[in-house]
Structure formats: structure tokens, C-alpha cells
């Protein structure tokens, strides 16, 4: 990218006025600015979602689908009119292809335990990557271990990218589901789930998408990318813990049975028997976290105000910076050289302990993660245990990418690197 | 930057450069594995006790300089005690690291001479579970636990 063109790119996304939207980033940590390079964890949250919530509580609480009274109409109404929020960022057909979940974790679970304890037998297999974060690894072998199903592993190559042809060759008779990251939450890697949904439509394969770290940087269609399932956090998009999101084509979600029993997904309950609930309610027992959805929904608001072009050139700007700048550092390395890279780089620092450098970056009011980041078969891969990662936001800045160079010249300097 | 070479002394990089004891120890009569699943943290203690006392000791692990240079000083430092005297140092270990009070936590540290490096740590809570790693580890094979020690 050239000076000019970054200069526009910064224009049209206003990082100082955007910093300014996220209360947190004012305050100070060990008496210095806070420089918060972990978004990819968790991120902050801007006083729109802040204020959404806080005023869902003070006006408009009531518990949904129950209540006759105007306020739990009220409640009702701003539920799904969150859910209608999330349809649109995915381009979903349909509303009722929306089930809120507590997160990513939860929505592939209920996958696993619903779609694949109904639909998966023994010696059926599910395909995955070596780049998955535990939470699309663990539930695939819960259901290996209770129903003999096969988990095979597509493997990447040294500079983090998915062997495509090895991934090809792994699809056989027997794959009866493929659940694939959309973006590598250890490596950053943006993986081709376009080619991935197209080879597994030639062998009618319904795919899962991982895109937890894919939503905070991308527009994201489901209808193109023509996925079956697609998973992601409400936390790491700006929006409150708690809450997260299940988008399942309406066929597939009909054809699987609830995978927990309670209030709201029923419509009728005798002791003999049960009728459940339509879509999505079906995948919605008991009280759902309404008030999250509710702050989901101004988190995706604030994204959409902003614009996915916006942010998607200021942080591909901020994280080439960020990349030119780590570089220069001597002995540092950078796990994984992707093509395509979002939100995140990890690295490490002439064998420097992860913990060591996040505490000595912590010292200076830096937030980075350090450790094997939920997805330790990652860290195999390369040879480390751990690595530190630094990962970005719409807030962050150069300023915070020469704070993160500068504390990582104290770690060079304490361990006479 | 002083704080940090409070955390980060002198003594502790040249015990993660070159540390004593490192390796399996043949014939240990005592043994434990432990972990902090958290960061990855890794250290199996051996010891070989005679009459009582502390006759050898090795160590073998990964982990950050923390926890690394514990396991490298406590080996040094654990050398021909007995049982009992081992266990009351990591009392005091563990108050020097812990205590609320400034002088409490000095006072502890105070008769543990070299240990006494990781004063710096109670200023990093997050860090002390590091430094107590091998401590744990240790006990653990005092008791001779089979269970692999786990810090979280
Ligand atoms: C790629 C990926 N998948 C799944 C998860 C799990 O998300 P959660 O803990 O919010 O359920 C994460 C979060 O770290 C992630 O990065």
C-alpha cells in the first residue's frame, strides 16, 4: 500500500474518533496508556453497546415469550429484532436459521451433540485442520468417543496455510461433516473456505465454519459461501460475554432433534409426550440471555455504522506496520507467513518465555496473550509451546504497535538479548 | 525497568542460562510430575532420599525463567535438608511471596538466603505460581504422589 492510499485509509476510518467511542481505553494500567493488543481473546466494548444494555435493563427488562404485558412484549420484540440484526450481518435467508447460543464453544457443541450424535455413526468421519482452536477439536472427540466416529486432521504447511490438496484427499465415503476455522486464532491465517464449501458440495458434505475471529474483520455471507453451519462469539465482535450465535440452514436445523429439554422450546408438554417448538426456538431452552442478544445487536450496529470496507483497510494497513516494524526486531520470529492474514500475529522472541514477555509488557501497559492460545496442536506443529500473540482491533493504532516494539526492546534488554 | 530487575535479578537469568541439578536422576526414590496447564509450565522433581534427608536431587522441565530458576535454586537450596526442613522452607517460600505485609514477606524470605532472589515476585501475583511450581512438585513427591501436581 502505498503513503497516499494509507493516508485515505486512515481518513475513512477515524481512529481517534473510534477510540474515543470505547470508555476502557482511557484509563491508565500501571500508570501508562493502556495499549490493548488481545482483542482476539475478548474485545472491548464501545459505550453504544454499553449504553444499549444499561438501558435494556433500566426500561425495557422483562422476561421474553412469556409475559401478556406490554413490557415483556417489549423485550420480546428487542430480542428479535436482534436476531434479525444478526441475519442481516450474515446474510442469512432466514431469521428463524438465527439460534442464540453462549458462544462459538457452545454453538459446536450443540452441532456435535445434536447433528452428530443424530446423523453420524460409527466409523463416519469428520474432517478438521491442524490450525482449530480446542473448542472445534474437543467436541468432535467427545462424539468420537462416545459414538466411534473418525476425526481426521487436514495439515498445514510451514507457513500456517491449509494443504488444500491433502485436504482434498482426505474426503472420502465415509466424511460425513467438515468443521473448518475461518481464521486461525493462533496464526492468523485466513483459510480458503470458499474452495473448502465448494469441494465439499461436490461430495454433498455439510460444513461447518468456525468464524469467531473472522466476524470482528470481515463481512461474512452465508448464502455465498454456501456453508451449512457458521459459529461465532458475541464477545469478540464488540458485543457482551454470554452470547453467541448458531446460523444453521433451516433444512438441517428442522432435521436435528433439541439438543437440551426445558421452557421455550416446547409447545405443548404432557407427561407422555412433548412437542417442540419451531425454529430456532427449538435450539433455545429455558431463558435465553435476551439482554445480551439485545447488546449483540447495537455491538453489530456499531460495526455496520462503521463499515466492514473501513475496518477491513485499517487494520490490513495497521497489521503490514505492525509486521515491517516486528520484523526489524532481531531475533524475533514470527510464527506462520499466510498469504491471507487477519487480526493477529504471534511470535517469538529469541526463546524468551511467552510469560516472561507478557509480564514485562504488561509492566508498560501492554495486553497481549500470551500462552498456546486454546489451540495446542498449533503449537506443535511449529515446535513451541507457547507463543506470544499481539491482535487487533478497529481502535488500534501505530501508537500501540510502537508501544508494543519499544516494550519488546525492555524484554530484549532485561534478558541481554 | 526496576521493578522488572527486581523480578528479573541477576542470579535468576544465570540460573535459566545455566541450571544446577537439571537431568533424571537414576535411582531416585522419590518422584512427581507437575504442571500449570495454564501457560504450559512443566516440572518433574526427583529425589533421592537417605536417612532422612536429601541426599540428590535433580530436575527436568520447561517453562519461563520464572518457574525455571525456582526449580534450578531449590535444588541448591533443598541439598542434605530433612523432610521437615524442606517443608518449612517452603512455608517460608511461599509467605515471602504471599504475605500482604512488606515486612512479613521480608522477614520470611530473610532466612532462605539465595532464595530470597525472588523477593521481587510477590509485586507480579499472576507470577507467583510460577515460582511456587516446583515447590509444589516437590511436596508432592515427598508424599509420593502418583497424581501429577497441578498449580490451577
Ligand atoms: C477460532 C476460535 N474458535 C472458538 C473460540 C471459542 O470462543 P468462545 O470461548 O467464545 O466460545 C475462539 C475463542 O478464542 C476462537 O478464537
Known sequence: MSARQAVTASRSLDVARIRADFPILSRRVHGKRLVFLDSAASAQKPQAV????????????????????????????????????????????ETREIVFVRGATE?????????????????????????????????????????GIVLKVAPIDDAGELDLDAFARLIGPRTKLIAVTHVANALGTVLPVEAVTRLAKMYGIPVLIDGCQAVPHQAVDVQALDCDFYVFSGHKLYGPTGIGV???????????????????????????????????????????HFAGAVGLG???????SIGYDAIATHESELLAYAIRELSK?????????????????????????????????????????????????????????????????????????DALVAGLSTVREVFRL | MSELRDLYQEVILDHVKRPRNSGALAGASHRADGDNPLCGDKVTIFLSIEDGRIADVRFQGRGCAISLASASLMTEAIKDKTEAEVRAMFER????????????????????????????????????????????????????????????
Not at chain 1, 427488562?61 to 429484532?81: C, F, I, K, M, P
Not at chain 1, 460409527?122 to 472445534?136: F, K, S
Not at chain 1, 446460523?247 to 407427561?271: C, E, H, N, S
Request: hydrophobic letters at 40%.
Open chain 1, 50 to 93: 454499553i449504553d444499549t444494555e444499561r438501558h435494556f435493563y433500566e426500561a425495557e427488562y422483562a422476561n421474553v415469550h412469556r409475559g401478556v404485558y406490554w413490557l415483556s412484549q417489549r423485550a420480546t420484540d428487542a430480542y428479535e429484532a436482534a436476531r434479525e440484526k444478526v441475519r442481516g450481518l450474515l446474510n442469512a435467508r
Open chain 2, 93 to 152: 517460600f511461599h509467605t515471602g511471596l504471599t504475605a500482604r505485609d512488606e515486612e512479613d514477606a521480608a522477614n520470611a524470605l530473610a532466612d532462605l538466603d539465595k532464595l530470597a532472589v525472588f523477593g521481587g515476585v510477590r509485586e507480579f501475583p499472576v507470577r507467583v505460581k510460577c515460582a511456587t511450581l516446583p515447590w509444589h512438585t516437590l511436596v508432592a513427591a515427598l508424599d509420593r504422589a502418583t497424581q501429577p501436581v497441578k498449580t490451577e
Open chain 1, 298 to 304: 447495537a455491538a453489530i450496529a456499531y460495526v455496520q
Open chain 1, 107 to 147: 454453538a459446536i457443541n450443540l452441532v456435535a451433540q445434536s447433528y452428530g450424535r443424530t446423523f453420524l455413526s460409527a466409523g463416519d468421519e469428520v474432517l478438521i485442520t491442524h490450525m482449530e482452536h480446542h473448542a472445534n477439536i474437543v467436541p468432535w472427540q467427545m462424539l468420537r468417543d462416545e459414538k
Open chain 1, 329 to 401: 526486531i532481531n531475533s524475533l520470529r514470527i510464527i506462520g507467513q499466510p498469504r491471507r492474514r487477519s487480526g493477529v500475529v504471534s511470535f517469538d522472541l529469541g526463546g524468551v518465555h511467552p510469560h516472561d514477555i507478557g509480564t514485562i509488557l504488561d509492566h508498560d501497559g501492554i495486553c497481549v496473550r500470551a500462552g498456546h492460545h486454546c489451540a495446542q496442536p498449533t503449537m506443535d506443529r511449529f515446535g513451541v509451546a507457547a507463543t506470544v500473540r499481539a491482535s487487533f482491533a478497529i481502535y488500534n493504532d501505530r501508537d500501540d504497535v
Open chain 1, 246 to 288: 448458531l446460523y444453521g440452514k433451516a433444512a438441517l436445523l428442522a432435521a436435528m432433534p433439541p439438543w437440551q429439554g426445558g421452557g421455550d422450546m416446547i409447545r405443548a408438554v404432557t407427561f407422555e409426550k412433548t412437542e417442540y417448538n419451531e425454529l430456532p426456538w427449538k435450539f433455545e431452552a429455558g431463558t435465553p
